[in-house]
C-alpha cells in the first residue's frame, strides 16, 4: 500500500483517505440499489406478460404497469395483457424483427433509462459506486490517466438535455394511466392500486420538474433575477418552484424510481391473482 502524500494532501492509493467517517456507506447502498432496480427492470421487462389488470372485465379503466407504458403494440395471446383497445398503433407487427422479444417494454423502456443515465444525481453515485473515480470526496479512487473528462466518450451524457422531453411526455401519459386507474368497466372508485399508479406520476414529476436542465429553461437566460418583471417574473417564480424540487433531487430520484418499481410489482402480483386489490369496487 502506498501511502505517498499527492498534490491536495490526499493519501494515494485505492480507497487511501484521512476521512475517520464511513465515507463508504452511500457508495456502497446506493450501488446495490440501483442495481436490485436494474436487475429487477430487466426482468420484468422480458416477461411481457402480467403487466394489466381490471378485475377480469376489459371496458373503460384498469390498471397498467408503469414499465409498460405507453402500449405501442399488444400480443393479445399473453397472459395478463392488456385488451387492444389500449395500444396505441394495435397488434404486436409482423414486421417486427424476430431479434426483439415479443414485450411491449422493451420498445419504450431506453426513453426513461436514457434521462435517468444521464441525469448529473446518477452520474455523481454512479462515478462512485461503479467507477471509483473517486469513492467519495477525499478519497482516493481508480486513477484516470487520459481523463478528459465529459469531452470525449462521456460526451454522450449531454443527450440529457434533449431527453429531458421525453421524460416530461412520460409524466404526462403516466398521468393519463393514473386517471384510468380509477376506473372499471367506466364506474368510477378507487382502489390500492389506484393509489399507487396516482403517486408515480407525482413522484416522477418531482424527478423531472426539478432536473438541472429544466432549470435552466425555466430561469436561465436571464440577466437580472432580484429585479423580476412582466414575464420574467412568471419565470422567477417557476424557477423558485424548479429550485426547490432540485435542492431535492436526490429523493425524488429515488422516489420515483421505487416507485415506478412497486407500480410494476404490484399490477404483476394482482394480475397473477396473488395479491388482493382491495377497492370501492367490490373484488
Ligand atoms: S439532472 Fe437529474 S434529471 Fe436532469
Known amino acids: 500500500m502506498n501511502n505517498e502524500q499527492t498534490i491536495g494532501g490526499y493519501e494515494a492509493?485505492?480507497?487511501?483517505?484521512?476521512?475517520?467517517?464511513?465515507?463508504?456507506?452511500?457508495?456502497?447502498?446506493?450501488?446495490l440499489g440501483f442495481l436490485s432496480f436494474v436487475i429487477y427492470t430487466t426482468w420484468a421487462m422480458f416477461q411481457g406478460d402480467y403487466y394489466w389488470w381490471s378485475a377480469g372485465s376489459e371496458g373503460f379503466g384498469g390498471y397498467l404497469s408503469p414499465f409498460y407504458s405507453p402500449l405501442l403494440f399488444i400480443e393479445e395471446s399473453a397472459a395478463g395483457s392488456a385488451p387492444l383497445l389500449h395500444a396505441w398503433f394495435g397488434p404486436w407487427p409482423e414486421w417486427m424483427p424476430n431479434l426483439i422479444p415479443v414485450t411491449p417494454a422493451i420498445l419504450i423502456l431506453a426513453g426513461p433509462l436514457s434521462f435517468r443515465l444521464t441525469c448529473y444525481y446518477y452520474r455523481k453515485f454512479y462515478y462512485r459506486s461503479y467507477f471509483l473515480s473517486p469513492p467519495a470526496c477525499a478519497v482516493a479512487?481508480?486513477?484516470?490517466?487520459?481523463?478528459?473528462?465529459?469531452?470525449?466518450?462521456?460526451?454522450?451524457?449531454?443527450?440529457?438535455?434533449?431527453?429531458l422531453y421525453i421524460a416530461i411526455g412520460f409524466v404526462a401519459v403516466l398521468s393519463y394511466d393514473a386517471f384510468l386507474s380509477f376506473f372499471r368497466d367506466g364506474k368510477f372508485g378507487v382502489g390500492v392500486g389506484s393509489i399507487i399508479l396516482f403517486l408515480n406520476p407525482i413522484f416522477l414529476a418531482g424527478y423531472t420538474f426539478g432536473c438541472h436542465a429544466f432549470r435552466h429553461?425555466?430561469?436561465g437566460r436571464h440577466d437580472c433575477f432580484t429585479c423580476p418583471q412582466g414575464k420574467e417574473k412568471v419565470s422567477f417564480k417557476i424557477w423558485q418552484g424548479v429550485s426547490w424540487l432540485n435542492g431535492r433531487h436526490m429523493f425524488w430520484a429515488w422516489i420515483s424510481m421505487i416507485w415506478v418499481a412497486l407500480g410494476d410489482i404490484y399490477v404483476r402480483l394482482v394480475a397473477k391473482g396473488y395479491w388482493t386489490d382491495f377497492s370501492t369496487w367490490g373484488n
Open 13 to 31: 492509493g485505492l480507497f487511501q483517505t484521512h476521512r475517520p467517517d464511513t465515507w463508504w456507506l452511500e457508495p456502497l447502498l446506493t450501488g
Open 141 to 163: 479512487g481508480v486513477h484516470q490517466k487520459d481523463y478528459k473528462g465529459e469531452t470525449a466518450l462521456l460526451v454522450i451524457q449531454n443527450i440529457h438535455r434533449f431527453t
Open 217 to 219: 429553461l425555466s430561469g
